[in-house]
């Protein structure tokens, strides 16, 4: 009798742990069908995704010599490709001379490179 009554107390608690089991998977699979919530994106990120060639080497030397105003320009940069004005990639040379022209001097790391039987070797070596 006492080992009935332990194999239906069993079956019991066994349907309880299914039925929460189920539950759980339920409101799991309700999460992953949400979608995540949409990021808007930082107005740096809109400005590095619309840079040509050598831009982010541009921007990257800016950003560490003058934080502040690079901020401040990227912003409205930002601003100018969401509603279209800019429309075209923003190449590192219209970026510097755009910083230019606000009176900020970037300064970029230069190399002259010369050519000599097949191999590039640095300008200084020629006056050594």
């Not at 050598?54 to 502040?68: D, F, H, I, K, S």
């Not at 900020?104 to 300008?123: F, H, I, P, Q, S």
């Amino acid at each position: 009798m006492e080992r009935e009554r332990n194999t239906e107390e069993d079956i019991e608690l066994r349907r309880i742990q299914l039925r929460k089991m189920m539950s759980l998977a339920a409101q799991l699979a309700e999460k992953k069908k949400e979608p995540p919530p949409q990021q808007t994106p930082t107005p740096l990120e809109i400005v590095k995704a619309n840079l040509g060639p050598r831009g982010e080497e541009v921007l990257q030397e800016a950003l560490a010599q003058y934080p502040e105003q690079t901020m401040l320009i990227v912003e409205k940069l930002a601003e100018l490709i969401k509603t279209g004005r800019i429309n075209e990639p923003i190449d590192g040379g219209e970026l510097y001379n755009l910083f230019r022209s606000l009176g900020l001097r970037v300064k970029l790391d230069t190399k002259m490179l010369y050519v000599k039987r097949g191999e590039a070797k640095d300008l200084r070596e020629l006056f050594r």
